[in-house]
């Protein structure tokens, strides 16, 4: 490998365009079903206070362990979900309260591909039907027009003119993810919202995928927010990452930076958890990063702990954690923490 | 006998009769593991490292399978031995963990219950003795105030807590030999953590482990030994250290190459496997691996056996490239990938 294969780490090279999109203490509480004989209205808060800004270009990762919002947010951010609370600002416009006509006109700017191809594709139609249905439904022009956009758009993702006739049991997942991308495509979106999109995939598979992700920002110049578990391949393609616990952003900051140097004690643990491969290449520079195994497991969304979200489980958790919630700020260093007691400046 | 393995399967095939033909899924596997040591078998969807597990245990009961082979445990052919005795090897000596937690224990029985009645199968005691140990062993996987959740049901456990429950069950009765298939894949990485630490410190009691997953970093940090599937065979084998600090089949280097890590330099690009996983079925005659392979050459339209290439007789690998100069071909591959990148 060359150096050119390396991504700069140069904060020059990081993207510096508009703000694309812009997310203000958005919340989405679900109200449960009152238990028996419990009258008070028990509410789920699977995002609670999220505010992050998405800029031309750039690859905005949300990473968290299940269950922490990640997926809830990430179809907030582009209304597949209705909003309790907050804003969505989409291109200068305020999307979280437009009407269903009204939102029509933006929605091809902003597009989603989700984790698991084989349900989110219908079955019953072929692969060149599922690409087309977009351009049909925002009129993109005569049927032999959506036809060579779909042919295109097949080229672009990597399949062949002799997969448009196929259906999806046909493809494996790899491929399949490939279709729902190039469907994601298909009215040439600014933002895509990719939720998980190579969890479900064989390692190689994964890699092709993640190129595919690469090559596509790079040609259309695309804007993503990319939802993963995987720290490692969230740490791949993201120039900015969020983490999330329960609901909230513990902490959001540059790739290299979080990873260097988490702030938040969450991410900590979080970075320490993940079984890196010994190769023999790591021991020799890298220092040895020490490991803390978090007891217990993640609190109840219903049941959220007072104060800091995290300070059940906070090796380093005091007082003041109980009584008063952090709030995200951003310090000195440029990275945003919500933490009263963060691990760097 | 420090020298005889635990367990020592011997050219193991398994083939299912389906409408389209004999589909071959492992094919000629050989392992063994030794008392106390943890294999780790790492491949990718297909490959064949569940299927062969479920064999050795003779859990493929569907008429449609063949399996043939030696499966030797403690020097006796499990595969030839009659049900009732087998029945008494499973879960006593050796036990079996799966991916999925929930299918594994039954909803309509309290997770003590379970526990006990596995003691009670394998032992003379009595109820209340059985249920002692229950609480004993949920304590002992780290399930906070065992006593109580003894009497919950498993839909009351989150899915890290079920994984301990199951595991609590597989070393009820002490086995020797613990095959867990992909136990951490269904849980997040801080729970993952837990439970392969509490998997390393039933290893220092004793149990030898099969541990089945796709994630090399799992395997890096576990591992004694390592077993590298591929189309139903094995790709590459030996010790951990020398299998990821010297991999010689570029199959392994494919795995370990392509996977996005939390250090180390960060790649615009990920060196990728050309193609996809072979698919059962269409298993070629020579090497499974010489479709997706860089360095493909005439020779890989035969079938490479496994061996050792040069002084390390424990690191054995498939494969018919010259093994001397196998570090200088992974860098070539290297190479011709960054050229595809650019």
Redesign the interface.
Same mark, same amino acid.
């Given at each position: 490998?060359?150096a050119?294969?390396?991504?700069a780490?140069d904060p020059a090279a990081l993207p510096v365009g508009d703000v694309l999109l812009r997310a203000t203490d958005v919340t989405k509480h679900y109200p449960l079903r009152a238990d028996g004989l419990a009258r008070r209205h028990r509410v789920l808060r699977a995002v609670d206070g999220v505010s992050l800004e998405v800029r031309t270009g750039e690859t905005l990762g949300i990473v968290g362990?299940?269950g922490c919002g990640k997926s809830t947010l990430g179809r907030c951010l582009v209304r597949l979900t209705e909003l309790t609370g907050g804003r969505v600002e989409f291109d200068g416009r305020d999307i979280s309260t437009l009407s269903t006509r009204r939102l029509r006109p933006i929605r091809p700017g902003m597009q989603l591909v989700f984790q698991d191809p084989q349900a989110s594709l219908n079955p019953r139609r072929r692969a060149g039907d599922i690409v087309a249905e977009p351009l049909l439904v925002h009129r993109y022009g005569d049927a032999a027009a959506v036809r060579r956009r779909v042919a295109e758009l097949f080229d672009v993702v990597g399949l062949s003119a002799a997969h448009l006739d196929r259906y999806p049991h046909e493809f494996?997942g790899?491929q399949r993810q490939r279709i729902g991308i190039a469907r994601a495509l298909a009215t040439d979106p600014k933002l895509v919202v990719a939720d998980e999109p190579v969890s479900a995939l064989?390692?190689?598979?994964?890699?092709?995928v /993640?190129?595919l992700f690469?090559d596509l920002q790079e040609e259309f110049g695309l804007t993503y927010v990319f939802i993963a578990?995987?720290?490692? +391949?969230v740490?791949?393609v993201s120039d900015r990452i969020a983490v999330m616990y329960l609901g909230e952003i513990v902490e959001l900051a540059g790739?290299e930076a979080l990873?260097g140097s988490p702030a938040h004690p969450y991410t900590q643990? /979080?970075?320490?958890?993940?079984?890196?491969?010994?190769?023999?290449?790591?021991t020799a520079d890298?220092p040895v990063?020490k490991?803390i +195994?978090?007891t217990?497991?993640?609190p109840n969304p219903v049941d959220k702990p007072t104060g800091c979200p995290f300070r059940t489980r906070c090796p380093y958790a005091r007082e003041q954690c109980a009584l008063e919630r952090p709030r995200l700020t951003r310090t000195a260093s440029g990275r945003e923490v919500a933490c009263h007691y963060p691990l760097v400046g | 006998m420090p020298d005889q393995p635990l367990l020592d399967v011997r050219d193991l095939r398994v083939s299912f009769r389906t409408r389209q033909g004999s589909v071959t899924v492992v094919d000629g596997l050989s392992l063994s593991v030794a008392p106390g040591d943890i294999l780790g078998v790492v491949g990718e969807s297909g490959s064949g490292k569940s299927v062969s597990m479920l064999a050795v245990l003779r859990l493929l009961t569907n008429p449609n399978v063949t399996v043939s082979g030696q499966v030797l445990f403690r020097g006796r052919d499990l595969l030839s031995l009659p049900d009732k005795e087998m029945r008494a090897i499973r879960g006593r000596e050796i036990a079996m963990v799966f991916q999925d937690p929930m299918t594994a224990l039954t909803p309509v029985y309290t997770v003590g219950w379970q526990i006990a009645e596995q003691i009670r199968a394998h032992e003379p005691v009595s109820r209340k003795e059985a249920n002692a140990r229950a609480v004993r062993l949920l304590s002992d996987v780290g399930i906070p105030d065992a006593a109580s959740r003894v009497n919950a049901y498993p839909h009351e456990f989150s899915g890290g807590m079920r994984q301990r429950a199951v595991i609590a069950m597989a070393l009820s009765c002490d086995p020797s030999l613990l095959i867990a298939d992909e136990p951490t894949t269904a849980l997040d990485v801080t729970v993952q953590a837990q439970i392969l630490d509490l998997m390393r410190e039933l290893n220092t009691r004793g149990s030898a482990v099969v541990l089945i997953t796709h994630d090399m970093g799992v395997i890096s940090q576990i591992a004694d030994r390592v077993l590298v599937m591929y189309g139903g065979r094995a790709a590459e084998e030996g010790p951990r250290r020398a299998v990821f600090h010297g991999p010689r089949h570029p199959y392994t280097w494919g795995l370990l190459d392509s996977v996005p890590r939390v250090g180390g330099p960060r790649l615009r690009r990920l060196p990728t496997i050309a193609g996809m996983p072979v698919a059962p079925g269409s298993l070629p005659e020579g090497c499974a691996f010489a479709p997706r392979c860089r360095l493909r050459h005439a020779r890989c339209e035969e079938l490479p056996v496994l061996s050792a290439g040069n002084a390390d007789a424990a690191h054995r690998d498939a494969c018919w490239l010259p093994p001397d100069q196998r570090a200088a071909l992974r860098l070539t591959t290297r190479t011709a990938d960054s050229e595809v990148a650019s």
């Open positions: 490998m060359t050119q294969d390396i991504a780490t362990e299940s494996s790899g064989d390692v190689s598979i994964q890699a092709q /993640l190129n690469a578990h995987d720290l490692g +391949v740490r791949h790739t990873y643990a /979080l970075l320490s958890a993940v079984p890196d491969i010994d190769d023999g290449t790591l890298a990063r490991r +195994v978090l217990g497991e993640v | -």
